[in-house]
Structure formats: structure tokens, C-alpha cells
């Protein structure tokens, strides 16, 4: 991200401006593993790509050994040896260069990985090729070193295109705070002035539905206020004179004025930016496995050319004999399949993902899923819809259903508040047309009353029932107790002093909540959930459906904590939420899932989006992960099985009966084993993600 730059990008810093436009940008990702990223060199590597696959073609048209596979030939005059080998420097002086640039912090770090296997083989190839250009000519391998160059151009570009990150997070952040906020004068007036602006006792007004411009605390005025994006409380909150409010938070339908009392870096929403900043930048620098599988060849490659050397001087002495098998070595070393291995299988995965509506943003999280063995989710709008809906209810016996879900819907029928939402939806729902009410009128703090057909119709909680002087009896304490036992919020509709019906009212859990949970018990996943809610609330969610652990009434910075907490236990944690307060813990996670229908926030700090907020999706990630992993094994041991073949042959262990591997048979196996790990990555298309039901 721009505002976390680790000292590595120095090393890039005399490459070209393609790359300087992205150089800011850090990420996990991109060969090297070591805190390097070279995903923000995607541009770079798409034009190299095909400008040297252009340069690529006179170089093969004018390969006598191309030539003789093919059987043809190219008109010859003065110079025309020199096209091929010249479209060749060109193409390593501008395709090549890049990898030698890249290899820099893999040398200095003493850690060698795809980046000095690729570099190591074209420059050998490269400065071997010009020495054989005079002094035996036609034994060069400038076409090898050309396709070597053009495959790993390719392998670079396909990896980064299919993980491309945005770093966006901490503007989406900024973008809760108001630019401006409305001070108020001394003679009563207000004036618009810049949020950067304010000071500390300034009094503001905060208008309906508007954004609190910073933390503060109210003098005059009542309103609820929406955190949810701040605290996850997923219940508006009600506040009045002498209550704290935070900035970024959403104002209800009262009018309010704030004494302002923090502004700037001192606000909960910068505090929220900076453990967002330092949960981004302790991620750990994994090495992905193509890089360990090059680092290893690295040093294979190494000891079978010194080897050879050794052997070929003591059989045949000092000759160019002996340079051209140490050379063969070396390029053959590096093979175009280790090349594409990872990046094919990458590519396919991310396909995959998105066609199951999983979106791949970091490559590493979905490489590490099938290490995971703990999930946290956030309760409201993740396992729960993040609304009210009516759980149960019970009616008066001398009532019907429809009479009752009628006259509720009719009471109900102008409020915003989250509760009457709910009862609308259910009345809605069973298709009934709102009864006739007249003379509306709300009870300040106790709920509202109208007159139905000349009688009294009250709707609210247990403060109307004392005001009424009304006490539960029978079935409805039952009920209300029940409720109160789920954690429920309990609403109650009197018609002229006679208790008709009660609501039980609750954040409606997601229908395929309980059986995701299942699914990853199965896959041995233990299962958290963490919510600013209420202990109780927390509970009832977690026992209906099946929750290993639960963290309650927990806030922005604890989140983030509660997953370190686990992740000290020796736990991998994936966090999978959906609101700006997950935004620390989805980025501190060992992975991060965004449920897609979340704050823009909390989608930039996740590796992994969810574009549907089905909990079911979490289940397809790790089942992808373990197929892509399996595919990604299978890939390496095709690629780097044929240098177990190659190396030895290159090297000349058959030299005593006859038999030398030469480049061009070299280049033929090259091909077969690129061959088999394009077609293997594809099978990974096969793997089925149907959520299966339990």
C-alpha cells in the first residue's frame, strides 16, 4: 500500500517508468517472497511480453537449427547471420533486464528463488551465445534464451493480471469522515467550514441522516444513531444531552449539537486507519512454492555445472566442448514449465473463484486457506442479515393471524425505525393489506397509538405495558420470557386495554449460516464469532447454530486484538466480516474474507471477497484452495521432474555410450513438460464447488 513502503523497493528504484508507477504499492505476492512486490508491475511485464514475442519471430526465422526442424531456409546475404542473434540482445536487453533487476533482493537477501534461477539461465545463455557467435558459430542458444524469455514474461503477466490488489483501504476509511461540518456560531448562525478546520469545544450541528464530522459530545438534542460501521452493533443507538458521539457515524432523524472533543489522528476512526496500517504491514513475507522450488534448482543447477566441469576437463581437457555442456546445464536448468506451473494454475483458480462468486485479491490468501484451521466471523450482516425480522409470535386466542399482522402493518405503517422494518416485512410477507387507523400519534419513549374501527390500538415494548398498567399472564409471559431467553426483542399490540398479539423480534440469521458452520466442522475448521453485541445476543446466535467460541460486546481495537489472541495460540485465523470495525481484524487475519455486500472498507483490507453474503462461499474457498494446492503440487513435480531427467543427460552421465543431450533436445523436453503442466492446470477446471447440502 502507498503508505507502508518497504526498503526492498530501492532495489527497483533505477528501473523504468513503466514500473516507478507502481512502485509504491506493497503487497504479499510476486516471486521472492521477501517483502518484494511485483504485482504493481503488471503493465510492465503485458508490454514486455509482447514486444519481445514480436522480436521472438526473426530470431526463430533465422535459427539454422529452427531452419533444419522445419525444413526451410531464409534468403541469405551480407550480415544475415547476425538478424537472429541480434533480435536476441534486443530482447534480452529489454525483456531480460527486468528479471536480472528483480533478482537483486533475492542475492542480497542470500535467499535465490524463480527470480535468479530465470536470470542465472538467460544470462548464461546470453553471454555464451555472443562468445559462440565468433567463436563457433551456429552452437548458440539465442532462440532458447528468446522463448525462455517470452514464457517467463508470460508466467509473470498471467500471475500478476489474475491477482491484481488494490490498496484502497484506508481511503475507503477517510471516505466515512464528512469533508465539512457545520460550526455554530455565537449569534446562533451556522457557517460550513472544512472538517480539517475544527477545533477542540467547537459546537457543531449535525443535521438528520448526516455524517458526524468528528468525535464529540452532545449538548442539545435526541437521535438515533447508526454505529454499526464503527462498533458492529448492529442495533441503532440512542442518544441524548451528555452522550459520546463518534466521527464517521450516521445520525438518525433528530437534529443534534455536538461540542467537538477530539479531531484529527485523535479520532476513533484514525485510531481504527492505524491498526489497519500496522495490521497491514506485520503480515508475513511467505515465499510461494515455485520460488522454494527455484531456489533449490538454483543451487542444483550450481553443483551439477561444476560437476560437469570437473568430469568433462579430467575426460577431454581444456575444450569449447567443455563450456557448451556447463552452459546447457545452466539454461536447461530452468525450465519454461516452472515458469508457468504456479501462474496457470493461479490464473485457473481465480477463474474458478469468480465464476462461485469468490474474488481473489491476494493470491496467498487463497494459497493459504488450506492451512486454516479457525474461522472468526462477524455476527451482524455476516452469519445474520444485519436487520430485524419477526422470529416468532403469539396471538390472543379470540384473534386471527391476518386481523393482527393488518392492523400492526397499518400502525406501523410510516415508522423508519429498524423494529417496525420488521414487522412490516412479516406482515408483507403474508400478503395482508393494511386495516384503517386514524388519529396516529407517538408515545415519546414508550412506542405509538392510533384509533381502529373507534378503538385504541397501542404498539410497543414492556415500558408501554407500564404506562397501560398491563401485566403479562399465561401464554404471552411464556412467550416473552422465551424471547428474552433468545434474545429477543419483544413488541406488543393492545387493542383497548386486551393484549393481542406479542412479536419476537431478532437479527434474522441467514439461512445458510447453520449449514456452513457444519460444513467446516467437517472439514475440521474451528468455528468463532465475534460481534459488538450483547453477551446474550451473542449467545443465543451461537447455540442456534453451533458456534464453537464466542466474543461479545467486542470493539474496532479488540477485534483486532481477539484475532491475535488466537493467532498466539499457534490458531491460523481467517476473519470473514463485512463492516469498517472488521477492517483491522480482516487485515491482522492470518487471511481476510469480505462478505461482498460490506463497506468498500472492509472488501480493500480482505484478500478473499465474497460477492454474495452467503457464509455457504466460505465452505467453496477452502474447498478451492486444497484443489489448487493439490493441482499446484502435482505442477512442480511435472516441471522439476524433467530436470531430474535433463540435468543429468545435459551434464553427459551417457557421454561413455554415445549419448549427449544437446540444447535442442533439451528445448524438445522443455516443450513436452510445458506442455503437460498447461494441461494438467486445466483439469483443475473440473473441480466441483457445488455447496453440497448436509
Not at 506 to 512: K, L, P, S, T
Request: charged residues 20%; aromatic residues 6%.
Amino acid at each position: 500500500m502507498e503508505h507502508k513502503m518497504t526498503h526492498q523497493h530501492s532495489d527497483h528504484e533505477h528501473m523504468d517508468h513503466a514500473q516507478d508507477e507502481h512502485k509504491a504499492h506493497q503487497g504479499h505476492g510476486g516471486h521472492g517472497g521477501h517483502g518484494v512486490d511485483h504485482s504493481g508491475h503488471e503493465m510492465m511485464f503485458r508490454n514486455r511480453f509482447w514486444v519481445s514475442l514480436i522480436l521472438t519471430i526473426p530470431v526463430l526465422l533465422f535459427s539454422p537449427m529452427i531452419q533444419e526442424w522445419f525444413g526451410f531456409s531464409m534468403p541469405e546475404f551480407m550480415g544475415s547471420n547476425l538478424i537472429g542473434p541480434g533480435f536476441a540482445i534486443a530482447i534480452f536487453l529489454y525483456g531480460g533486464i527486468p528479471f536480472l533487476q528483480m533478482a537483486v533482493p533475492e542475492i542480497q537477501t542470500r535467499k535465490p528463488g524463480m527470480m535468479t534461477l530465470i536470470s542465472l539461465a538467460i544470462t548464461v545463455a546470453f553471454v555464451y551465445s555472443l562468445f559462440a557467435l565468433f567463436a563457433v558459430p551456429g552452437s548458440g542458444f539465442f532462440w532458447e534464451m528468446a522463448t525462455l524469455i517470452d514464457i517467463m514474461l508470460l508466467g509473470h503477466w498471467m500471475e500478476m493480471r489474475s491477482v491484481r490488489q488494490a490498496s484502497g483501504a484506508l481511503n475507503e476509511l477517510a471516505k466515512l469522515m464528512p469533508d465539512t461540518a457545520d460550526r455554530i456560531r455565537e449569534d446562533g448562525s451556522t457557517e460550513e467550514i472544512a472538517v480539517s478546520d475544527l477545533s477542540k469545544g467547537d459546537l457543531l450541528l449535525v443535521r438528520p441522516g448526516a455524517s458526524v464530522p468528528t468525535d464529540g459530545e452532545i449538548i442539545e438534542g435526541q437521535s438515533e444513531l447508526n454505529e454499526a460501521m464503527i462498533t458492529g452493533e448492529s442495533q441503532p443507538v440512542t442518544k441524548g444531552e451528555g452522550d459520546k458521539v463518534i466521527g464517521g457515524t450516521i445520525n438518525g432523524d433528530g437534529s443534534l449539537r455536538i461540542r467537538v472533543i477530539a479531531t484529527g489522528d485523535e479520532t476513533a476512526l484514525a485510531g481504527i486507519m492505524r491498526l489497519v496500517e500496522e495490521a497491514q504491514g506485520s503480515k508475513s513475507n511467505t515465499q510461494i512454492l515455485a520460488d522454494k522450488a527455484a531456489g533449490w534448482l538454483f543451487y542444483v543447477a550450481l553443483a551439477v555445472a561444476a560437476l560437469t566441469a570437473v568430469a568433462w576437463i579430467i575426460a577431454v581437457g581444456f575444450e569449447v566442448e567443455v563450456l557448451e555442456r556447463v552452459v546447457t546445464v545452466l539454461v536447461i536448468a530452468c525450465p519454461h514449465a516452472l515458469g508457468l506451473a504456479i501462474p496457470l494454475v493461479v490464473a485457473i483458480s481465480t477463474s474458478i473463484g469468480a465464476q462461485n462468486g469468490i474474488l481473489v485479491r491476494n493470491r496467498l490468501a487463497l494459497e493459504e486457506a488450506r492451512l486454516i484451521n479457525t474461522v472468526i466471523f462477524d455476527k451482524t450482516g455476516t452469519l445474520t442479515e444485519g436487520r430485524f425480522g419477526v422470529a416468532n409470535m403469539q396471538i390472543a386466542e379470540d384473534w386471527q393471524e391476518d386481523h393482527a399482522l393488518a392492523l400492526a402493518l397499518a400502525v406501523e405503517g410510516d415508522s423508519e425505525h429498524p423494529i417496525a422494518r420488521g414487522i412490516r416485512q412479516k406482515a408483507e410477507e403474508a400478503g395482508v393489506k393494511p386495516a384503517v387507523i386514524s388519529n396516529f400519534e407517538a408515545i415519546k419513549g414508550r412506542g405509538i397509538k392510533a384509533t381502529h374501527e373507534g378503538k385504541t390500538v397501542y404498539v410497543g415494548g414492556p415500558r408501554l405495558l407500564e404506562m397501560l398498567e398491563l401485566k403479562l399472564s399465561g401464554e404471552m409471559e411464556a412467550f416473552a420470557n422465551k424471547a428474552n431467553e433468545n434474545a429477543q426483542t419483544v413488541v406488543y399490540m393492545i387493542v383497548e386495554k386486551q393484549l393481542v398479539t406479542a412479536f419476537a423480534l431478532a437479527d434474522v440469521v441467514r439461512q445458510e449460516s447453520k449449514q456452513a458452520v457444519q460444513r467446516l466442522h467437517e472439514m475440521g475448521i474451528e468455528v468463532a464469532m465475534l460481534t459488538g453485541d450483547s453477551q446474550h445476543v451473542a449467545d443465543a446466535v451461537a447455540r442456534e447454530l453451533g458456534i464453537d467460541m464466542v466474543f461479545a460486546e467486542v470493539l474496532p481495537e479488540d477485534k483486532d486484538k481477539k484475532v491475535a489472541e488466537l493467532q498466539k495460540q499457534g490458531k491460523k485465523v481467517a476473519m470473514v466480516g463485512d463492516g469498517v470495525n472488521d477492517a483491522p481484524a480482516l487485515t491482522r487475519a492470518d487471511i481476510g474474507i469480505a462478505i461482498g455486500s460490506g463497506t468498500d472498507v472492509a472488501i480493500e483490507s480482505a484478500g478473499i471477497i465474497l460477492v454474495q453474503s452467503n457464509p455457504l462461499d466460505v465452505v467453496k474457498i477452502f474447498e478451492l484452495s486444497r484443489a489448487t494446492y493439490r493441482k499446484m503440487i502435482q505442477n512442480l513435480i511435472w516441471a522439476t521432474g524433467y530436470n531430474v531427467v535433463a540435468l543429468p543427460l545435459a551434464a553427459g552421465v551417457l557421454a561413455p555410450i554415445g549419448f549427449i543431450l544437446s540444447p535442442a533436445v533439451g528445448a524438445v523436453f522443455m516443450s513436452v513438460s510445458t506442455i503437460v503442466v498447461a494441461i494438467n492446470a486445466q483439469l483443475l477446471r473440473r473441480t466441483d464447488l457445488v455447496a453440497k447440502p448436509v
